[in-house]
């Protein structure tokens, strides 16, 4: 009987958060997916250790409704936004951060470029579309949990 509590006690706990963070414009879900931003800037690597160090990772899209909940999130911030795909391991084969490789893309036209030769990075601009960029940019990032 106490087990059955417990459980019980974990969803009621789970479902008033699901709940308190529907309140906040700054979470927008897809799925079983949550995805956070905190308005604050950072490199690549620094975003992708903050969201890691919060018990998530680096926005990845897998789909158009999860490009579209992490642009919800892009657009209030006005600001280019990093995610969690890279070329790092090598150019021109863009991955997620346990290195599978991208099924569905967002590309902007004419990208990826890899202007400079040092664009390993993807960010999403202001039409949803995504770019790559130099991963010691500073930008906003999501977060997915």
């Known amino acids: 009987m106490a087990g059955y509590r417990q459980i019980r ?3 009621s706990n ?22 956070i ?5 950072a490199t690549y690597s620094e ?18 409704e999860e490009n579209q909940a992490i642009f919800s999130l892009r657009k209030q911030v006005n600001q280019h936004t990093f995610m969690g795909i890279n070329d790092l391991q090598k150019d021109g084969d863009f ?5 599978e490789t991208i099924k569905y893309f967002d ?3 004419g990208e990826p470029n890899n202007r ?3 664009e390993h990075c ?14 010691s940019s500073k930008r906003f990032f999501v977060c997915e949990f």
């Open 14 to 35: 789970l479902e008033k958060q699901e709940k308190a963070l529907s309140f906040t414009k700054n979470v927008a879900r897809s799925g079983n997916k949550f995805y």
């Open 47 to 64: 975003a992708r250790t903050s969201c890691a160090n919060g018990g998530g990772q680096l926005a990845v899209p897998r789909t158009p």
């Open 107 to 109: 590309w902007r036209a």
């Open 9 to 11: 006690d974990l969803q």
């Open 95 to 99: 991955r997620d951060l346990s290195e």
């Open 122 to 135: 993807v960010e999403m601009w202001d039409d949803g579309g995504w770019n790559d960029e130099n991963c």
């Open 37 to 41: 931003i905190n308005g604050v800037e």
């Open 116 to 118: 400079r030769d040092d």
